[in-house]
């Protein structure tokens, strides 16, 4: 199971707390974690990622064992820990304005 931490607003949204979990079969990327959370949660379709691009939206982030992948290709291999479950994926609302 792939350990995921969503932002508040996405916990609110969700009506979740805390960690959630996903399945994800075979390599784990950004683009498949993405996918089983919106297939878990479809109310959070469209918030991460733009619905027709499947682009990332500008502010948000992912982050996972203390790096920024935010700019990471969606297909690209997720680190062995996350994977494995011992760290979390995190999703996190960037802050914007000044």
């Known amino acids: 199971m792939i350990r995921v931490v969503l932002p508040p607003h996405l916990r609110t949204l969700a009506r979740v707390s805390g960690e959630v979990e996903v399945e994800v079969g075979g390599e784990v990327t950004q683009r498949l974690v993405l996918d089983a959370i919106e297939e878990r949660f479809p109310m959070l379709r469209g918030t991460m990622r733009d619905r027709q691009t499947g682009k990332r939206r500008p502010l948000v982030r992912f982050f996972a064992c203390e790096e920024d992948l935010s ?14 479950g011992e760290e979390p994926f995190l999703i996190v609302g960037a802050m914007a304005g000044g």
């Open 71 to 84: 700019n990471e290709a969606p297909d690209a291999p997720l680190p062995d820990r996350v994977a494995k």
